[in-house]
């Protein structure tokens, strides 16, 4: 479960600035069902981050998925460079923070870097420290401490000690590994393999998602699933393998056709990644990230996927999605879960939450937003605009 987010110097966004899911203080709408109670941290169910076009909204989404690949991928050596998408291409460093829970506990991982070395990092599990380290000092767990001069300046500590078994590391490794899903985001299609092969492995869930993708109008027959073992030239056994993934679709005639995972649409794809989510019983707590989220879906699938989120969700999973869609705001929500972003005079993007405003009336708010108020609508001039036209 996520908790919140901060970051800076991620692609338009220069300054720090931090999404959360945690509820606001103070509102008491739809807690029942919008929002996951936990023992230490109550968090909202889904957030939805609204801006115009190249307001930056899709940038938060890609600073998660950034830090993710930081943390999944290390480095090999001491000269490949840490993975950066700083804002104009500069030299500051990136900074990372985030909290969440997994397994009950609530960790906080920290990580200030830039293309050549780590400058700051901390992992706090529970308010008690994991590990530490900056430029001139490593504070490891006992258990790798004799491992210390084996840490590259390039190498996060996360991953360094997730490899070498430090079990609260890997904890917090596979939240980021296993926990995060980005159907309609670029980098989401190894990581969505390894969540179809669940269909492989568990016949069962797999009727329960083709029963799930029907009840929403997809025209599925069926998910054909095949693992193919990987060639090697050196007649190694290595055990490697990659899943192929087909849907078989209803033909006019009645005969079936396959179509690959990657090929079908993003609408598709994100349902399926739903459905796995939502029906492994043992599959609490993915966090699901939604770029273009009105473009992507019917409005009655929009309106189906808030209230399995909202209402239906028991597995503590949460929904982000940015979205033009005014109307999304019509729908049962709190403050706490609507943000905006925008772009000041400098191309520097601003993240703000509708709870800031201090704006109780959804309806307030939407007109608000309508007005730019908020900032992050698309104001046109189309008198400006015909104007221009007309003088070509």
């Given at each position: 479960m996520l908790i919140d987010f901060t970051f800076s110097n991620v692609r338009s966004f220069k300054d720090k600035v931090t999404f959360s899911m945690e509820t606001g203080e103070g509102i008491t709408a739809y807690s029942k069902e919008n929002t996951i109670q936990h023992d230490t941290v109550d968090a909202v169910k889904s957030a939805f981050i609204f801006g115009g076009n190249a307001s930056g909204k899709t940038?938060?989404?890609?600073?998660?998925?950034?830090?993710?690949?930081?943390?999944?991928?290390?480095?090999?050596?001491?000269?490949?460079?840490?993975?950066?998408?700083?804002?104009?291409?500069?030299?500051d460093n990136t900074y990372f923070n985030i909290r969440f829970i997994k397994n009950d506990k609530q960790f906080t991982y920290t990580i200030e870097y830039n293309e050549d070395f780590v400058v700051e990092e901390s992992l706090v599990v529970d308010g008690k420290i994991l590990f530490s380290r900056d430029t001139e000092h490593v504070h490891m767990p006992e258990s790798i401490v004799s491992l210390e001069s084996s840490l590259r300046r390039n190498q996060p500590l996360l991953y360094f000690a997730q490899s070498n078994n430090v079990l609260l590391a890997k904890k917090a490794y596979e939240w980021f590994a296993l926990d995060i899903l980005s159907p309609?985001?670029?980098?989401?299609?190894?990581?969505?393999?390894?969540?179809?092969?669940?269909?492989?492995?568990?016949?069962?869930?797999?009727?329960?998602?083709?029963?799930?993708?029907?009840?929403?109008d997809f025209n599925i027959q069926d998910i054909k699933t095949e693992l193919i073992q990987i060639p090697n030239e050196q007649n190694i056994d290595t055990s490697k393998s990659v899943l192929l993934v087909k849907c078989e679709h209803e033909g006019i005639n009645g005969d079936t056709f396959s179509i690959e995972y990657?090929?079908?649409?993003?609408?598709?794809?994100?349902?399926?990644?739903?459905?796995?989510?939502?029906?492994?019983?043992?599959?609490?707590?993915?966090?699901?990230?939604?770029?273009e989220f009105d473009r992507s879906l019917h409005p009655k699938l929009v309106t189906i996927l808030l209230k399995?989120?909202?209402?239906?969700?028991?597995?503590?999973?949460?929904?982000?999605?940015?979205?033009?869609?005014?109307?999304?705001?019509?729908?049962?929500?709190?403050?706490?879960?609507?943000?905006?972003?925008?772009?000041?005079?400098?191309?520097?993007?601003?993240?703000?939450?509708?709870?800031?405003?201090?704006?109780?009336?959804?309806?307030?708010?939407?007109?608000?937003?309508?007005?730019?108020?908020?900032?992050?609508?698309?104001?046109?001039?189309?008198?400006?605009?015909?104007?221009?036209?007309?003088s070509v």
């Amino acid at each position: 479960m996520l908790i919140d987010f901060t970051f800076s110097n991620v692609r338009s966004f220069k300054d720090k600035v931090t999404f959360s899911m945690e509820t606001g203080e103070g509102i008491t709408a739809y807690s029942k069902e919008n929002t996951i109670q936990h023992d230490t941290v109550d968090a909202v169910k889904s957030a939805f981050i609204f801006g115009g076009n190249a307001s930056g909204k899709t940038n938060l989404l890609r600073a998660l998925m950034l830090l993710r690949i930081v943390v999944l991928h290390g480095t090999l050596s001491e000269i490949d460079p840490l993975p950066i998408d700083t804002y104009a291409h500069g030299n500051d460093n990136t900074y990372f923070n985030i909290r969440f829970i997994k397994n009950d506990k609530q960790f906080t991982y920290t990580i200030e870097y830039n293309e050549d070395f780590v400058v700051e990092e901390s992992l706090v599990v529970d308010g008690k420290i994991l590990f530490s380290r900056d430029t001139e000092h490593v504070h490891m767990p006992e258990s790798i401490v004799s491992l210390e001069s084996s840490l590259r300046r390039n190498q996060p500590l996360l991953y360094f000690a997730q490899s070498n078994n430090v079990l609260l590391a890997k904890k917090a490794y596979e939240w980021f590994a296993l926990d995060i899903l980005s159907p309609s985001l670029p980098t989401s299609s190894m990581d969505s393999r390894k969540a179809l092969r669940a269909l492989h492995d568990n016949p069962q869930l797999k009727d329960d998602v083709l029963y799930f993708l029907r009840a929403a109008d997809f025209n599925i027959q069926d998910i054909k699933t095949e693992l193919i073992q990987i060639p090697n030239e050196q007649n190694i056994d290595t055990s490697k393998s990659v899943l192929l993934v087909k849907c078989e679709h209803e033909g006019i005639n009645g005969d079936t056709f396959s179509i690959e995972y990657e090929a079908e649409s993003i609408g598709t794809r994100i349902f399926l990644m739903l459905a796995l989510a939502i029906l492994q019983r043992d599959n609490h707590g993915k966090l699901f990230l939604i770029d273009e989220f009105d473009r992507s879906l019917h409005p009655k699938l929009v309106t189906i996927l808030l209230k399995i989120f909202n209402e239906w969700n028991t597995t503590e999973s949460q929904l982000i999605a940015t979205t033009h869609d005014n109307d999304i705001l019509d729908y049962a929500l709190r403050t706490d879960q609507i943000w905006f972003v925008d772009k000041n005079y400098y191309g520097i993007s601003e993240l703000h939450s509708a709870f800031d405003f201090n704006e109780l009336d959804i309806r307030e708010i939407k007109k608000n937003y309508q007005d730019g108020v908020y900032g992050g609508n698309q104001i046109v001039s189309d008198a400006l605009m015909k104007d221009i036209i007309e003088s070509v």
